[in-house]
């Protein structure tokens, strides 16, 4: 549709050296007779992103097999069990991986050889469309507190998805993107695929620096971007943080400290603020803060709207969302629950098991509330909960009392084995530059705003909390780090 529609707007790339739609197009079709030819049954991506990600996940799909990218910051052990699970494949790897390259793999290019391969003439347009229910891409879950998981997502998902957000080529012509999400990630596919549609340029940054990422917004006339919490919070530091030309920030992957949105509605007043939440099986956005929620929130004395400066907003069309309780049934407005989600672009589907949403509905295991216009407000993961003695306590609620003492960057609550209480609450923060935190002061913050119980026996300062590349929590390495 974008080659049709724009064939000379140039999509993925820089200003200098970019992909026009008929380019992209005609790659992904000389990629898919390639693909096709060979009998490949699936294409798996193992490096890092680049021109290559986008010309693979469209030669995937109209080779008619499943697009499979796979995390290269993980170990080798990891890697060769996840190669396993796709005997047959069509490999893109970078040189560094070139080892683990399984001896049944049907073909292995670089990320470089394969745009070489694709960029000559264009193969030839399929004349069927991929089945819309056949797994269009497989994308395997972070593994933080267990075993990653292949969430499949079908082709009719992905539409879905993309049909529901955005307006087709809704773009003007100098609009540019920039995306620092690795291609592993449901936001990396879900960015190409939404741009590509709405007709704006793509530029990649692969590895987050606050004085790059500034830089490339400058250079390549950067109008929409998108970052997890802990890049804003960097970019808030930096003294020469302008962004002309910047006219929509997303953000989302974890809970973002009020302290830091606040600041950069300030500093960035002509920039609309978006929190997106979502996840791989839903894929990706289900609910979405816009800028004039993000707006009147932060110019509201009422406590109730302005507290939804910090939810994740309200459902896109197309998806509706429950809070539950243990029981199954729905709660009512302001009762925390166990958030549920169902829509056409919701899958629940993973490889090797059978589907989890049952009559629709999708369990995310995050809790979370409603408030009374429907405005979610998400809690944290179960999985994360800490029962100490017979007290269940959510990290979020001691994380957000935290987060909004000054001089507090990063804070992490996590629960640790107790003989006597089966759990006790730790904590570790991260000072903001040049500051000093004192842990008895802030045990006793925390005692002024919640129960006993829940205050930290235990708050340690770090340098960083360790987080994946997308800026989930790595709970587990917190824990090891406490107990050491």
Known sequence: MAADGFPDR??????????????????????????????????????????????????????????????????????????????GAWIIADDRHAALIPPDAIRTYTPRSWCEVTSGQAGPAREQDPVAADPAVVI??????????????????????????????????????????????????????????????????????????????????ITNAMVVPTMLARLMEEPDNAVPGLRTLAYGGAAMPPRVIEQALRVWPGVGFVNAYGLTETSSTVSVLGPEDHRAAAASEDPGVRARLHSVGRPIPGVDIEIRGGDGEPLPAGVPGRVWVRGAQVSGTYAGVASETGDGWFDTRDLGRLDRDGFLFVMGREDDTIIRGAENIAPAEIEDVLLRQPGVADAVVVGVPDEEWGQRVEAVVVPVRGATLDSEGLRAEIR?????????DRIAVWDEIPRTATGKILRQDVRAGLSR
Not at 15 to 26: C, P, Q, S
Not at 150 to 176: K, P, T
């Open 10 to 87: 140039t999509l993925v790339g820089t200003l200098d050296d970019g992909l026009t739609a008929r380019e992209l197009r005609d790659a992904s079709r000389t990629g898919a007779a390639l693909i096709a030819a060979s009998g490949a049954r699936s294409v798996v991506h193992l490096a890092a992103n680049g021109p290559a990600f986008p010309v693979a996940l469209f030669a995937a799909a109209a080779a008619g097999v499943p697009f499979v990218p796979l995390n290269y910051r993980l170990g080798t052990a990891q890697l060769r069990a996840l190669l396993k699970h796709h005997p």
């Open 140 to 221: 395997y879950t972070s593994g933080t507190t267990s075993a990653p998981k292949g969430v499949l997502l079908r082709h009719d998902n992905l539409v879905s998805y993309v049909i529901g957000s955005v307006e087709f080529g809704s773009a003007e012509q100098g609009d540019a993107a920039l995306m620092c999400v690795p291609p592993y990630h449901i936001a990396a596919v879900s960015n190409v695929l939404t741009n590509v549609y709405a007709g704006r340029r793509l530029v990649v940054l692969d590895t987050f620096s606050p004085g790059r990422w500034l830089e490339l917004v400058r250079a390549e006339r």
């Open 448 to 456: 002024r705003y919640l129960r006993g119980s829940r205050t930290p």
